[in-house]
């Protein structure tokens, strides 16, 4: 797809609605640089390109199982209002040192008086983040289809430095699908198999091929 058919697609999907008009150029330009010539659909997002462009944003899973919720949901939520919701109240609860037995925090994230418990881990430590991460954009996915607001947030560009957050329509996680770019920058979505099982079964694949070829020699 050369550039005027992107231009136009991506036009067509609304992808640009939150840029700011006069950072559209800027925005509009380095997204399809870097589609044409890295075959990535990413955007700088450091110094001047932070968050310009509304749609996708930095994120560390890490950072996130480590009390980020809130600072993660302040990075979202001019384009979240945007959108259209109304945010009437946020905060964190995080606690690490609870006492309790089983060495959960008391980890909770309040949007509108509705409260997503994060603190509840799985019985395995090694997918906590995974854990987390699914349980999050899974809260806010149903805040936003609660308000009728049409996007949601898909996970992305997991071969880029980091894994991206995307707020995306379905349309534009499908689009940006068809692109068939990298093979790791696949948008999809918050589920705990994609998240979770997804990541465990390439392991355990990569394990075991280790494993073959080293009995092969």
Request: charged share 25%; glycine share 6%.
């Amino acid at each position: 797809m050369d550039r005027p058919d992107l231009i136009s697609r991506l036009d067509h999907l609304d992808f640009f609605k939150y840029v700011d008009a006069q950072d559209f150029d800027l925005v509009r330009s380095s997204l399809l640089d870097n589609i044409i010539e890295k075959k990535m659909f990413v955007i700088p997002s450091g110094g001047n390109f932070q968050n310009l462009d509304g749609r996708l944003f930095s994120f560390d899973m890490e950072s996130l199982t480590e009390a980020g919720a809130l600072s993660l949901f302040n990075s979202l939520a001019a384009t979240l209002e945007k959108a259209g919701l109304k945010i009437s109240g946020v905060e964190q609860i995080f606690d690490d040192n609870t006492g309790s037995s089983s060495g959960r925090p008391d980890y909770r994230f309040i949007l509108n008086e509705r409260t997503c418990n994060l603190g509840k881990v799985p019985l395995f430590p090694l997918f906590v983040r995974g854990f987390v991460t699914a349980k999050y954009l899974r809260f806010l996915n149903r805040v936003l289809r609660t308000n009728k607001i049409k996007e949601r947030f898909y996970l992305m560009n997991d071969s880029a430095s980091d894994t991206a957050l995307g707020f995306l329509t379905p349309a534009q996680a499908r689009f940006i699908n068809s692109l068939m770019l990298n093979p790791n920058d696949k948008v999809y979505k918050p589920t705990f198999r994609n998240i979770i099982i997804r990541p465990a079964m390439q392991v355990i694949g990569v394990i075991i091929k280790v494993i073959f070829s080293k009995k092969a020699t």
